[in-house]
């Protein structure tokens, strides 16, 4: 598939995840890019916007191996965002989906 | 690529953030490499699917120009920020600069004329006084109402100057506005690959 995502739908996976439960970055990174091919150091920048915009907050935690990690938690106002989005993708997706049916005749 | 190479090519592309944002920035990605090694890979297979320092480092640079171009307050410092993400702009897409720079130079060139007209009659303005203030003998000569209508024409020429002013402010603000909703609009999209 075509490697220029729109920001946008990795920012509303990002979200989907992080609603779902606490993440550190490494893991979310892996996490999206199992599925998404895309250069993983473009999503550090999403999560820092995101944070910067209040939809996460962000604490530290020890772990077993070295250093604390920065986990990513996600706020009311992210939470309410993540719903919004979320429709109008699937919006989006049944009428696109309608469309190429059409196509198909 | 080791890792102590990427951070400092990332740095290097970074460097003209904040202080405080470049150690944020950097932070996240020298944890990276620490949770892959964790992980059991070696820098090479972190830094493939990281994607190059360099393209990395232009998305986080484009990326905070355009949030600093919305946010800045002052004409000049939006001036100054849309004129830097531009230069950013040619380097990460070129076909879509061309684009932009025939209409961007047209319009550039009609603001800059638009400008010039306020400072000509501002000069014209203090050409009167001087005017004045060199011939006030001349007053007592050609009376009291001609020396009336000459202050008239000063104050006319300042009012029209600061009309002109505004208007030019006004479309000086628009274009950059457009400028930035354009650029904006490019970058939406994710560029970096892979390495």
Request: hydrophobic share 50%.
């Amino acid at each position: 598939m075509n490697s220029q995502f729109k920001k946008g739908i990795i920012e509303l996976c990002v979200l989907t995840l992080v609603k779902n439960r606490d993440y550190y970055g490494y893991e979310l990174v892996e996490e999206i890019s199992k599925k998404v091919d895309i250069a993983e150091g473009t999503i550090y920048p999403i999560l820092r916007r995101l944070t910067q915009e209040n939809y996460f907050e962000t604490y530290l935690q020890e772990s077993d191996q070295g250093p604390p990690r920065k986990y990513y938690r996600i706020t009311k106002l992210g939470r309410s965002t993540q719903e919004n989005e979320l429709t109008d993708w699937k919006d989006f997706n049944k009428n696109i989906n309608a469309l190429l049916k059409m196509g198909e005749g | 690529m080791r890792k102590e190479v990427y951070i400092s090519e990332l740095s290097r592309h970074i460097r003209k953030l904040p202080a405080a944002d470049i150690k944020d920035i950097i932070a996240d990605y020298e944890e990276h490499f620490t949770n892959g090694r964790a992980a059991g890979k070696t820098d090479e297979q972190i830094v493939q699917s990281l994607g190059m320092p360099k393209a990395v480092g232009q998305e986080i640079m484009m990326n905070t120009l355009v949030t600093t171009a919305e946010t800045s307050t002052t004409l000049v410092q939006r001036s100054e920020v849309v004129l830097r993400m531009l230069l950013l702009f040619l380097v990460l897409a070129p076909f879509n600069f061309l684009m932009l720079v025939c209409p961007f130079l047209v319009l550039a060139c009609l603001l800059m004329a638009g400008w010039a007209i306020p400072f000509a009659l501002v000069a014209a303005a203090i050409g009167i006084v001087a005017f004045i203030f060199q011939n006030f003998a001349l007053i007592g000569v050609v009376g009291i109402l001609t020396g009336l209508s000459m202050a008239c024409m000063w104050i006319g020429t300042i009012g029209i100057a600061v009309l002109i002013s505004l208007v030019m402010l006004v479309l000086t603000k628009g274009l950059l506005n457009l400028i930035i909703a354009y650029v904006k609009w490019n970058v939406n999209f994710i560029t970096a690959r892979k390495a």
